[in-house]
C-alpha cells in the first residue's frame, strides 16, 4: 500500500495503491459472496510509462434462481 498517491499524479480514493514488482499479480474480486456488486473493486490504473503491462478478465455468472 502508497500513501494515496498514484505515480501518474492521481488521487486513491481510499487510500490504497499497489505496485508489483515484475512477475507478481493483483487479484480482486469485484462482487460479494451474495452476489452483489462491491463498490469497493472500482478501480484504475496509471498508464505505462515503460515496459508492459498485462491484464486478464475472467466474467463470472451467476444461474438465476426462482
Same mark, same amino acid.
Given at each position: !500500500? &502508497?500513501? &494515496? ?19 507478481? !499479480? ?24 515503460a515496459?508492459?503491462?498485462?491484464s !486478464? ?10
Amino acid at each position: !500500500a &502508497g500513501t &494515496g498517491e498514484c505515480s501518474c499524479g492521481g488521487k486513491m480514493v481510499k487510500g490504497l495503491s499497489v505496485k508489483p514488482l515484475k512477475g507478481d !499479480a493483483v487479484l480482486f474480486w469485484s462482487m460479494g459472496l451474495d452476489g452483489q456488486s462491491d463498490p469497493k473493486s472500482i478501480h484504475g490504473g496509471c498508464e505505462v510509462l515503460a515496459g508492459e503491462k498485462w491484464s !486478464a478478465t475472467k466474467w463470472m455468472r451467476q444461474k438465476v434462481t426462482s
